[in-house]
């Protein structure tokens, strides 16, 4: 809508009610989340351990800031905004651990510098218990993977 472009987008829940009541539980809202992703992926794209691994699979990072904002509006409000499939875009990166734990902790910092602490450990929970899965379906993938190549042992 002309003229609207600096206000904050509206939230168009599957479950408004579910919405507030996690807004006034947590602090969080849309521009908090929005100004979350701005700045984590700024720390990710400057990180030598990260930063690398997104530039070779990112050249235009507005779609990708998009996407993960809907992804965390769903994710921490609700809003039903992401309709994605994270773990195929995630299994067959070159990842371990290492990298896992270098995202959380990045993310965690972020987290508490952009949001209040109930707001920050709602999101933090969430972030840790997809990071899992996601490590969890990295490794089945390189199992399976492993398993077509004969073992010499
Ligand atoms: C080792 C850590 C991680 C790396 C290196 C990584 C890297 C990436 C890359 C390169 C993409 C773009 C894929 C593409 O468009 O082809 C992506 C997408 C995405 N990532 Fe991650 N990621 C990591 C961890 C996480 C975690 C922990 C979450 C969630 C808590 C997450 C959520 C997402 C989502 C929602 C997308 C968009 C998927 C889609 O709808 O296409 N990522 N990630």
Redesign the pocket.
């Known amino acids: 809508m002309v003229g609207m472009q600096s206000e904050q987008p509206r939230i168009s829940s599957a479950r408004p009610e579910m919405t507030r009541a996690i807004m006034d539980k947590t602090g969080l809202d849309q521009g908090m989340l929005t100004d979350l992703v701005h700045r984590f992926y700024g720390k990710v794209r400057a990180d030598s351990v ?1 930063g690398p ?2 530039a070779s ?2 050249t235009d990072w507005e779609p ?1 800031l998009a ?2 904002i809907a ?1 965390w509006s769903s994710v921490a409000l609700m809003t039903g905004q ?1 309709h ?3 773990v195929p ?2 299994a067959h ?1 070159p ?1 371990t651990r290492t ?2 734990d270098r ?2 902790s990045l993310f965690r910092e972020t987290a508490y510098e952009t949001c209040p602490p109930a707001g920050a450990a709602h999101v933090m929970i ?2 840790e218990r ?2 899992h899965s ?1 490590h969890m379906a990295v490794e089945d993938t390189a199992r399976a993977n492993s398993k077509t190549v004969p073992n010499l042992r």
């Open positions: 990260l691994i997104f699979r990112i990708h996407r993960m992804f992401y994605g499939a994270p875009a995630h990166l990842v990298h896992f995202w959380l969430r972030a997809i990071a996601l």
